[in-house]
């Protein structure tokens, strides 16, 4: 008898129609011939699948180059799709399901002819945890297979764990033609289901990340009273050993992973990382808020990635263990066979290829690597890695923090009230845009808790749902509000960022402690200046009170905008947060 796994896997190959059905084990083995057999194959848009870096200098690391249409996630072809177009909300696209699946159908058809349909099962979170989930993915690029691999728990053995059932989540991908008129991403909450055709992209093409594990994982958090977030996980150890969780949502291309990684600059303090992307929050029987992260990699941001910045990275990109480590749209530096971004902090190649396959040098004014290039490596490979990365009940969160990228108004650092002017924090917040997904940059838009492009249903419901959480928890979190990105008059950075933000985290912690102060502004409580540990920073006092302004006419257009943006929700919005925007103008006036 065919289990539910092998009888769905045979409808998608009599609508795809490959040449040939590969079940993936998860094996290094397998890895390795995959990538062998990629060095040879051309992908579609002519480049090789996989080029081999220099071995001496990148270990087991590959480089690969996908369509110049084809680098980012692309937002305006993700819909979310129920019958109930209001449970959606208005910052998704919607479609019904059945137009939907139309549409996808004639696509679908024969799209995988003379491909091989490769079959993949899955482990979003530790197999032992309760909060993981079994998924299988089907792809037609081994591109997809090789990502998955390190990003996931990929292994045969979910296949013994789903069994007959058929409780899993199911993916299916096609890279298509790669044509943009015939890409969609498409999500079908209600039967734990992804399409998605066109883009061989990080969030557009593997499917357990965003897709899953925030737009259709939030959708089954609602209904089952937990939390999926765009939020990296971390532990903050102080000079007594003491490990404070932490979990931090900041927009895409705006932290997380650098976070993650930082390497302190005050002594005694270390940061441990459990996950820079996604963390699922619930609530223990013990009543206090637990993290885990579903993922097993990170898929980061390669510019601006240097020994200086993000030491903790590079040395993991570096390591080279049975996990490959890929590169995907850096430049190639041909005379070294190694990858090269901007921000790597090595000299520019003098011969190179772009990210688009162009000949490069020095003199080019272009950028060598796009400005979302990526790499792909193991959780494994870091050298921080938190011991309760493995800990199926994941760690215990005593502070939430919320980023965003804003060159003027919002303060380096601000605290909640409580956990509902927490929420009203979150849900006010704003980012400059940036090149993780297609579309303009640097255009402030309203994100709430960096979930605007991967919340899947309501946002006016998520917002109710993230005050219900917080009375179901016992003692609630402290919330915090952050930004790294305010600019000075002549546009530089004020904040020097990075291992430096050990700083504020530091602040964050001795707040939890009890033995700083805070001064009260009308949008939350900011740092007194000499409470913040600033010791070795070469930073004005003048500068300092810049990052920590308040400007009541910057706040007042602020407010208006969030007002414009909150409206929309109409009925949704919770009647708490309403009132809470109230006060924050009546705090301003
Ligand atoms: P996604 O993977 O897209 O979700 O992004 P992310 O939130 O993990 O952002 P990441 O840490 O990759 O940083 C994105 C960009 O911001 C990189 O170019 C970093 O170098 C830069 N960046 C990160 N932290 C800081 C900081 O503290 N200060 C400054 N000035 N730049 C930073
Ligand atoms: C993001 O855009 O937030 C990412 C990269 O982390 S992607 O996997 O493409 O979503
Ligand atoms: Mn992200």
């Known amino acids: 008898m065919a289990t539910a796994v092998e009888k769905w896997v045979e409808e998608m190959a009599q609508l795809c129609k490959p040449d040939k059905i590969y079940w993936c084990d998860g094996s290094e083995e397998e890895a390795h011939?995959?990538?062998?057999?990629?060095?040879?194959?051309?992908?579609?848009?002519?480049?090789?699948?996989?080029?081999?870096?220099?071995?001496?200098?990148?270990?087991?690391?590959?480089?690969?180059?996908?369509?110049?249409?084809?680098?980012?996630?692309?937002?305006?072809?993700?819909?979310?799709?129920?019958?109930?177009?209001?449970?959606?909300?208005?910052?998704?696209?919607?479609?019904?399901?059945?137009?939907?699946?139309?549409?996808?159908?004639?696509?679908?058809?024969?799209?995988?002819?003379?491909?091989?349909?490769?079959?993949?099962?899955?482990?979003?979170?530790?197999?032992?945890s309760p909060y993981a989930k079994a998924c299988v993915q089907i792809t037609d690029i081994s591109y997809v297979v090789i990502s998955m691999r390190i990003m996931t728990r990929m292994s045969k053995s979910v296949l013994d764990k789903i069994g007959n059932s058929d409780n899993f989540v199911r993916g299916v991908h096609s890279i298509g033609n790669l044509d943009p008129e015939n890409r969609y991403i498409m999500h079908f909450p209600d039967e734990n289901l992804v399409w998605s055709i066109g883009s061989g992209y990080g969030g557009n093409a593997l499917l357990g990340k965003k897709c899953f594990s925030l737009r259709i994982a939030s959708w089954l958090g609602l209904k089952e009273g937990w939390l999926a977030e765009h939020m990296a996980l971390i532990g903050v150890e102080d000079p007594q050993g003491k490990i404070t969780y932490m979990a931090v949502a900041m927009p895409s291309a705006c932290g997380k992973t650098n976070l993650a990684m930082l390497e302190s600059t005050l002594p005694g303090y270390k940061v441990w990382t459990l996950g820079d992307d996604i963390a699922w929050l619930n609530v223990g029987d013990d009543g206090q808020l637990y993290a885990i992260n579903p993922e097993a990699g990170y898929f980061g941001v390669a510019p601006g990635t240097s020994m200086k910045t993000n030491g903790n990275m590079l040395k993991a990109l570096k390591k080279g263990t049975f996990f490959p480590t890929l590169f995907t749209n850096t430049a190639l530096d041909t005379d070294k066979n190694e990858p090269w971004w901007e921000g790597l902090g090595t000299p520019a190649p003098a011969h190179a290829l772009d990210w688009q396959g162009n000949e490069w040098d020095p003199s080019k004014t272009s950028k060598a690597a796009h400005a979302n290039s990526r790499f792909t490596v193991s959780a494994q490979h870091t050298t921080n890695l938190a011991k309760e990365y493995s800990d199926p009940k994941g760690v215990p969160i005593s502070a939430i923090i919320l980023g965003g990228r804003r060159a003027n108004t919002v303060p380096l650092l601000?605290?909640?009230?409580?956990?509902?002017?927490?929420?009203?924090?979150?849900?006010?917040?704003?980012?400059?845009?940036?090149?993780?997904?297609?579309?303009?940059?640097?255009?402030?838009?309203?994100?709430?808790?960096?979930?605007?492009?991967?919340?899947?249903?309501?946002?006016?419901?998520?917002?109710?749902?993230?005050?219900?959480?917080?009375?179901?928890?016992?003692?609630?979190?402290?919330?915090?509000?952050?930004?790294?990105?305010?600019?000075?008059?002549?546009?530089?950075?004020?904040?020097?960022?990075?291992?430096?933000?050990?700083?504020?985290?530091?602040?964050?912690?001795?707040?939890?402690?009890?033995?700083?102060?805070?001064?009260?502004?009308?949008?939350?409580?900011?740092?007194?200046?000499?409470?913040?540990?600033?010791?070795?920073?070469?930073?004005?006092?003048?500068?300092?009170?810049?990052?920590?302004?308040?400007?009541?006419?910057?706040?007042v257009k602020e407010a208006a905008d969030i007002e414009a943006f909150l409206t929309q929700f109409g009925a949704k919005l919770p009647e708490a947060l309403a009132q809470e925007l109230k006060s924050l103008k009546a705090n301003l006036s």
């Open 414 to 555: 601000v605290e909640a009230f409580n956990w509902q002017h927490g929420v009203f924090i979150g849900a006010r917040s704003g980012s400059e845009t940036t090149a993780a997904a297609i579309g303009q940059e640097g255009v402030i838009r309203r994100d709430p808790m960096a979930m605007i492009p991967f919340c899947g249903y309501n946002m006016g419901d998520y917002f109710a749902h993230w005050l219900q959480v917080g009375k179901n928890i016992k003692k609630a979190p402290k919330i915090y509000s952050v930004n790294w990105f305010r600019l000075d008059d002549e546009g530089k950075f004020i904040w020097p960022g990075f291992g430096d933000n050990i700083r504020v985290l530091k602040w964050i912690i001795d707040r939890i402690n009890g033995k700083v102060g805070a001064k009260e502004t009308p949008i939350g409580l900011l740092p007194n200046l000499n409470e913040l540990s600033l010791e070795g920073l070469d930073i004005s006092s003048a500068r300092m009170e810049k990052l920590l302004e308040v400007n009541p006419s910057e706040w």
């Open 33 to 128: 011939r995959l990538i062998e057999i990629g060095m040879t194959q051309e992908n579609i848009n002519g480049n090789p699948i996989f080029t081999k870096l220099d071995q001496k200098e990148w270990p087991n690391s590959y480089y690969h180059r996908s369509h110049p249409s084809d680098v980012a996630r692309t937002e305006h072809l993700t819909f979310i799709c129920r019958k109930d177009k209001e449970s959606i909300g208005p910052t998704n696209n919607w479609m019904d399901p059945d137009e939907a699946k139309r549409k996808l159908e004639p696509l679908f058809d024969g799209c995988m002819k003379g491909r091989t349909m490769y079959v993949m099962p899955y482990m979003m979170g530790h197999p032992d």
